[in-house]
């Protein structure tokens, strides 16, 4: 089969000149089948502990839409009657569909700069080999365009703990996984002469990060976002015919914590200050029970004790009107001094 295989449809835009593809890529790498096959069984294996249930193309339609201009429109909607009452991996639809790696949903962008087709968003991943996958994961793919010919990178993953990655250049396929047994697997298979030809490239880690840094810093480069300012809300408009208020400006002041007799001191003493006590005039009936002599000498005096317990308090003085004598009983009160 075919080494690149791919259909799908494309958005225009004319005044930005900018192009947006969904894409089915078929890639055959020529590499060793055994590596293949246990790499894509770990893969259906974490996407399964991950409980990756997406479908790699969910819209039927537009997966024949993709297939009919690789294999005929006949095959393609026999296909996609058959997978649509039982899941079939994407090779049962041709042999051409019998590759390395099969994604069936990507988004692709097209840079000028960088010479390249990159992918933006999820990829839905259809099989591997005979193997279904069907599962949309997370990653990056990059299809580059240069003198030495196209190179293809890969970067796929399950979660953050989990991934797989392959870089195909000038004929010769390399990968990592973060699964050791894969690697190991693949590492001794690389040894054996017999297949040579298919042989699978272990490369480091490092490789796989500056792949995915690379890919982040070109075409998903970090927003940086502005520090969001509080706005102060306007200030209202009263109605017509409504004075406005103005607030005074709010101030501070310092608070002093006066035990509790202190602060019922003032009170009196402010209320005593306010309203001043008043002596009563003596009625008729109190005047005729007292004598004249101690009419005569009680003066008119506030009782000391009006504030009790507050040193330093004048108590407030009251004008008194003194009461007069009758006047039989003054006479009286002269012929006794007389005698």
Same mark, same amino acid.
């Given at each position: ?235 209202? *408009?009263?109605? /017509?015919?409504?004075? $406005? #208020?103005? @607030?005074?400006?709010? =101030? &501070? %002041?310092?608070?002093?914590?006066? !035990? +509790? ?15 001043? *006590?008043?002596? /009563?005039?003596?009625? $008729? #009936?109190? @005047?005729?029970?007292? =004598? &004249? %002599?101690?009419?005569?000498?009680? !003066? +008119? ?39």
């Amino acid at each position: 089969p075919e080494a690149f295989l791919g259909a799908g449809t494309a958005q225009v835009n004319v005044d930005s000149n900018t192009y947006r593809f969904n894409t089915l890529l078929s890639f055959n790498f020529g590499a060793n089948k055994e590596v293949m096959a246990k790499l894509s069984d770990e893969m259906v294996k974490s996407n399964l502990d991950a409980q990756n249930s997406d479908a790699a193309e969910p819209d039927w339609d537009r997966l024949g839409a993709k297939i009919a201009p690789l294999i005929g429109r006949k095959a393609a909607d026999a296909y996609i009657n058959r997978a649509a009452t039982a899941p079939k991996p994407l090779s049962d639809a041709s042999p051409k569909f019998n590759a390395t790696i099969v994604l069936s949903n990507v988004n692709l962008r097209w840079s000028p700069t960088q010479n390249a087709f990159y992918s933006v968003g999820p990829i839905g991943v259809s099989n591997l080999g005979t193997t279904d996958i069907n599962a949309q994961m997370e990653g990056m793919v990059e299809i580059r365009k240069n003198a030495r010919g196209d190179e293809v990178s890969i970067y796929l993953e399950t979660d953050d703990d989990i991934w797989y990655y392959l870089d195909w250049q000038q004929g010769k396929l390399a990968m990592l996984t973060s699964i050791t047994e894969v690697n190991d697997f693949a590492q001794t298979k690389s040894k054996d002469k017999k297949d040579k030809e298919e042989s699978i490239l272990v490369l480091g880690v490092e490789e796989k990060d500056l792949f995915v840094d690379r890919f982040a810093s070109l075409y998903r480069p970090k927003v940086v976002k502005k520090p969001v300012v509080a706005k102060t809300p306007p200030a209202k *408009t009263p109605a /017509k015919g409504t004075p $406005a #208020k103005t @607030t005074a400006p709010a =101030t &501070t %002041k310092p608070t002093t914590t006066k !035990p +509790a007799a202190t602060e019922e001191l003032a009170e009196e003493e402010e209320e005593e200050e306010a309203a001043p *006590t008043v002596a /009563k005039k003596p009625t $008729a #009936k109190e @005047t005729t029970s007292k =004598t &004249t %002599k101690e009419v005569a000498k009680t !003066p +008119a005096t506030k009782d000391p004790k009006a504030v009790a317990g507050k040193p330093g308090t004048t108590p407030a003085k009251v004008a008194q009107t003194p009461t007069k004598t009758p006047a039989k009983k003054k006479e009286k009160e002269e012929e006794k001094e007389g005698f």
